[in-house]
């Protein structure tokens, strides 16, 4: 397979000593940089196995699909989404969560460990499970450092390695690996009641803050307080109809849509629907046939809105759209990058995509401020727009 330029330069930095974490942009390439990292690692173990951890089906599935190419079906085994291991093959893949299952039947030391979205084994059960005296390793993550702990140096870091290159959003759009886009941020006023539940939330966080010395994400009081005070903003009134009317205003070929919580995406699927477009949900609310359904729909056009939650932040490939709403401006950091990269993937007739995020309040304004201020240095369009 003929590697990009980003591919070449990080495999040597992998290779010479088979350790370490690769931190590219969502549609970077990773999936394709790993699968030849783990051929080239076979060439030379050929006794050795292949084990691959993935967050999600969805991940599951796009990882079969990526070897199956190379390999054939007797030497890949899959570990859940229905599909249990009966005896290790050559390449296991397996998700987290059905992980427990597979983990006693491997030989750590005879085996290259990679784990795609390798910020999701940050936990003490999960990273108990990949603990272990692995002969190679590789991680994968468009952000592999964590926002609310420490756990990327205490687990993930101890069980793969160092972060060893970093590609990020700028270097993919200056080597035309992702679309150019533009950005919108949108403010979307709250009404008063909600400007005082803001205010009193913000007071309480201060005098929280202040009693325990500091912004310790430990305490759980400060915590709930800043969760509650994020909860309630983005819920807040006026975004749903904002994002219809910036929906209509900005016309794309098809947008995904990230709402904070179902209910949210709900209502809006609902709205915009009466609006002329084709729209439907994609949550967890639907069975596996019809959020399919709704996917394959999207992807082939018949329809041209797909309103989510978190469901799509991850390891789903978007290329057909080149809009994303983010209805809820998150505060974390990562999610803004999975979000965005779904809408990032370059296709024979997308020339940019737009990204607009609608926000609320102050605590949102000053991160999406810093978050403007480094792509306005590398010519991003931006712009910023108030709610009449």
Not at 24 to 45: M, Q, R, S
Not at 235 to 262: A, D, M, Y
Not at 354 to 364: A, G, K, P, Q
Request: proline residues 2%.
């Amino acid at each position: 397979m003929k590697l990009r330029d980003w591919q070449e330069n990080a495999f040597p930095l992998w290779w010479e000593k088979k350790r370490g974490i690769i931190k590219v942009v969502t549609g970077g390439g990773k999936t394709v940089f790993a699968i030849h990292c783990l051929t080239k690692y076979l060439e030379e173990n050929q006794s050795n196995s292949i084990l691959i951890v993935v967050p999600s089906i969805a991940l599951l599935d796009q990882w079969y699909e990526g070897l199956s190419q190379s390999f054939s079906f007797k030497e890949i085994a899959l570990n859940g989404g229905g599909e249990q291991i009966e005896d290790i093959a050559k390449i296991c893949i397996t998700t987290i969560d059905s992980l427990k299952n597979l983990i006693d039947k491997v030989d750590p030391e005879n085996t290259l460990l990679i784990v795609d979205e390798c910020h999701k084994i940050g936990t003490e059960k999960r990273g108990e499970m990949l603990t272990n005296n692995w002969h190679a390793t590789l991680g994968l993550s468009a952000t592999p450092e964590r926002d609310y702990d420490d756990n990327f140096y205490i687990i993930i870091k101890k069980i793969l390695g160092d972060i060893i290159f970093d590609y990020d959003y700028i270097d993919a759009r200056e080597d035309e690996v992702i679309v150019n886009f533009k950005l919108l941020y949108a403010y979307a006023a709250m009404t008063k009641d909600e400007e005082d539940k803001y205010k009193k939330f913000t007071k309480s966080i201060q005098r929280r803050a202040a009693t325990i010395g500091g912004n310790n994400m430990n305490d759980y009081p400060l915590k709930m307080l800043i969760f509650n005070r994020a909860r309630m903003v983005k819920n807040s009134k006026n975004r749903i109809p904002f994002g219809v009317e910036l929906l209509q205003k900005h016309k794309r070929e098809s947008w995904i849509v990230f709402t904070e919580n179902k209910k949210q995406a709900k209502e809006f699927n609902t709205i915009i629907n009466t609006k002329g477009y084709k729209s439907a949900i994609y949550n967890t609310d639907l069975d596996n046939a019809a959020r399919e359904e709704n996917l394959n729909n999207f992807k082939n056009g018949n329809l041209n809105v797909l309103v989510s939650c978190t469901a799509l932040d991850e390891g789903f490939d978007m290329p057909e759209a080149d809009g994303a709403m983010i209805l809820s401006a998150s505060s974390s950091k990562r999610q803004r990058i999975q979000r965005m990269g779904r809408v990032l993937r370059i296709t024979a007739n997308k020339e940019n995509a737009l990204i607009v995020t609608v926000y609320s309040s102050n605590t949102e304004y000053v991160k999406l401020k810093e978050e403007s201020n480094r792509y306005q240095l590398e010519n991003v369009p931006i712009r910023w727009q108030q709610m009449k």
